[in-house]
């Protein structure tokens, strides 16, 4: 069984920095694409960068500049660096991993973390 482990999260001042990580464990053959995203209470969740399995890499347009996706793919870790941080960001972020190779399973699958907690406040 695979599972993805968040760690980073915290609360931290306006315009200060947090850096998440998210190792999937398992016996992973491959991943295709890792990515983050957040829920913020009363809001849908939504995508905050995702990174493939050669490095090309999407962002939200309100974290473009700011934040930063990295990936290590021989340790199936995922890192999201987190500058300038506004309130606006406060949110508990998940990590994903899409189409996943693991063995006993069949095909393609996709996991969720259970999220960590960012909380951007003075």
């Known amino acids: 069984q695979v599972q993805l482990v968040e760690s980073g999260g915290g609360l931290v001042q306006p315009g200060g920095s947090l850096r998440l990580s998210c190792t999937a464990s398992?016996?992973?053959?491959?991943?295709?694409?890792m990515a983050w995203y957040r829920q913020a209470p009363g809001k849908e969740r939504e995508l905050v960068a995702a990174?493939?399995?050669?490095?090309?890499?999407n962002y939200a347009d309100s974290v473009k500049g700011r934040f930063t996706i990295s990936r290590d793919t021989v340790k199936n870790t995922v890192y999201l660096q987190m500058n300038s941080l506004k309130p606006e960001d406060t949110a508990v972020y998940h990590c994903?991993?899409?189409?996943?190779?693991?063995?006993?399973?069949?095909?393609?699958?996709?996991?969720w973390g259970q999220g960590t907690q960012v909380t951007v406040s003075s």
């Open positions: 990174i493939g399995s050669v490095g090309r890499t």
């Open positions: 994903n991993a899409a189409g996943v190779r693991s063995i006993g399973l069949v095909g393609e699958n996709d996991y």
């Open positions: 398992g016996t992973i053959f491959s991943i295709k694409a």
